[in-house]
């Protein structure tokens, strides 16, 4: 039963990046209705600033608010230089500029930081073990961050104007612009926080996986997996579904198909959902007008 | 004709429109159209379908259409300005189709209105003084505005258009779809705002009948030229008007 409570203990803490990682994918698809694909590779590049930046002698929060920070500017970055040029451009043009960024981001950073792996500790290592011992001090800062992360955002956009103010123009862009709002400018700052979402999983990732060019690479694909079952416009969606995925991932793995297959899984379980119920568990379909 | 019969000076309108031409989708839409707005005045723009007046009002808020010719508001130039500067400018547009956001609450409809305004008290007086306006809506204030009527989705939209606290407010097509009854009440209220608060209208409709008894002035657009216009009360006695748009 132990190993069954591990195997779920940490299913959930992977589950709450899967989800975060989901979260920021979901923000852009409302936003914008395109899948952001280079979403783990930003996420990677603000990862390795702040490894830069410990490694410079800076302490682990400066070095972590510089790569949240670096994450949400190379976000408004992308959006206003690579995406706003292709507003109305045919969906191909705007998945190849993507993709590219995907493997132009990655290729830069093995080229700037090198492509070796590096260990990176833990800013919660201090915090010990938890629940009879089923939680490291980092799973639970995980869990932790996630959920200060998520409360945040879902205070933010039922709270504050610049919120709504998102919600607005990613619901209708023209009725916003005739109500004032510069939807662009707005649409510039969602894809910030997005970046400075990615940066934050990425930081929580990297003492699991070890800091590298191909860091995300796996983790994002668990991403996109719990975005598509949740449901590509839901933010609800999103955390059910990464929850769902790190904890059934890593039951199947251990119980049934064995770890080699576990990435295996959430394609396979991405491929299913897409064509069983391409909505998602929690996606919905758009309000007509009558 | 197509100059437009001005009354008075300049400084009367609050809006100028002057040899406007318009493309929509690489089709001429407008070619060469005149209007004004008075100030504190009501104005109809009507014709038939494909006339031109769901561009005119896209032209002045820069929506959608690609224009020529000038346009100004309070004296100042405001072609090629993008939509959401002329909104802030005080130019509220309800659009044809209302613009509704369906899954936002009536009150976040709102409070979208407002998004440009200083939060505080001001916002949530005006927010109250809508609901006062247009009591039904009240009852669905924390409901999706896509659970109402078309007819309270028009005063959703009207009342989000007024949050903007605009000097213009331009309706298009504010009839379409609703029940006589309803019509009625919202034209009530449009003739109330204007003469308690003295706020310009410029109304687009297809009701011929209801737009000149609420106007005081208006146009008749035909394959995008100004045809008629004139006092509203002229055009209500008007042979041609009479025949094409009141089916007499």
Not at chain 1, 210 to 222: S, V
Not at chain 1, 261 to 271: G, R, S
Request: glycine share 12%; charged share 15%.
């Amino acid at each position: 039963m132990t190993e069954f409570a591990q195997q779920v203990a940490a299913g959930f803490v992977n589950g709450c990046i899967y989800a975060m990682l989901a979260l920021a994918l979901v923000m852009i698809y409302r936003a914008t209705n395109h899948v952001n694909f280079a979403q783990g590779e930003m996420a990677m590049f603000s990862t390795y600033i702040a490894w830069s930046l410990l490694e410079a002698g800076l302490p682990y929060w400066a070095a972590a608010l510089a790569a949240v920070a670096f994450g949400f500017v190379a976000g408004t970055l992308v959006e206003r230089v690579a995406l706003r040029p292709l507003h109305g451009a045919p969906l191909l043009s705007i998945v190849t500029v993507f993709v590219a960024l995907m493997i132009i981001i990655q290729s830069a950073a093995g080229l700037v930081f090198g492509h070796e792996s590096h260990s990176v500790a833990s800013p919660f290592d201090g915090w010990g073990r938890w629940g009879q011992g089923l939680l490291s001090g980092h799973a639970l800062g995980t869990v932790a961050v996630t959920l200060a992360v998520l409360a945040s955002m879902s205070a933010f956009f039922r709270f504050t104007r610049l919120g709504l103010a998102m919600r607005a123009a990613a619901l209708n862009p023209l009725s916003s612009s005739l109500s004032g709002v510069n939807v662009n400018r707005v649409l510039m700052i969602g894809w910030g926080v997005a970046g400075a979402i990615g940066a934050i999983a990425g930081l929580l990732a990297a003492p699991v996986v070890f800091l590298g060019p191909h860091m995300m690479g796996g983790i994002m694909i668990y991403g996109f997996a719990a975005a598509v079952v949740g449901g590509i416009d839901s933010p609800p969606g999103a955390i059910l579904g990464g929850l769902a995925l790190g904890i059934g991932e890593n039951l199947l793995g251990a119980y049934v198909t064995g770890n080699e297959l576990k990435l295996t899984i959430a394609l396979a379980v991405m491929f299913a959902i897409l064509v069983v119920r391409p909505r998602g568990l929690l996606g919905g379909k758009a309000i007509q007008r009558v | 004709m197509s100059r437009a019969a001005t009354a008075g000076q300049a400084g009367d309108n609050l809006l100028e429109v002057r040899g406007l031409s318009a493309t929509y989708q690489a089709t001429a839409v407008l070619k060469s159209v005149d209007i004004d707005v008075a100030r504190g005045g009501i104005t109809a723009l009507l014709g038939a379908n494909g006339a031109g007046k769901t561009t005119l009002l896209r032209a002045i808020s820069h929506a959608l259409v690609k224009t020529q010719g000038s346009i100004r508001f309070d004296g100042q130039p405001i072609e090629g300005l993008p939509s959401d500067a002329v909104a802030r400018l005080g130019i509220a547009h309800v659009p044809d189709g209302r613009g509704t956001f369906t899954q936002l609450t009536v009150e976040e409809n709102l409070l979208v209105g407002a998004i440009t305004r200083p939060r505080g008290g001001e916002v949530r007086r005006d927010i109250e003084r809508m609901y006062a306006l247009f009591p039904r809506l009240a009852d669905y204030r924390g409901k999706p505005a896509g659970l109402l009527s078309g007819g309270e989705q028009q005063m959703v939209a009207i009342a989000r258009a007024l949050m903007l606290r605009p000097r213009l407010l331009m309706l298009d097509e504010p009839s379409f779809g609703l029940a006589p009854l309803v019509v009625r009440q919202i034209f009530e209220v449009l003739g109330q705002i204007n003469r308690e608060g003295g706020l310009s209208i410029l109304v687009v409709e297809q009701n011929a009948r209801l737009a000149l008894d609420l106007a005081r002035h208006a146009y008749v657009l035909e394959a995008g030229r100004v045809a008629i216009s004139g006092p509203a009360a002229s055009l209500r006695s008007d042979p041609r008007v009479k025949k094409a748009y009141l089916g007499i």
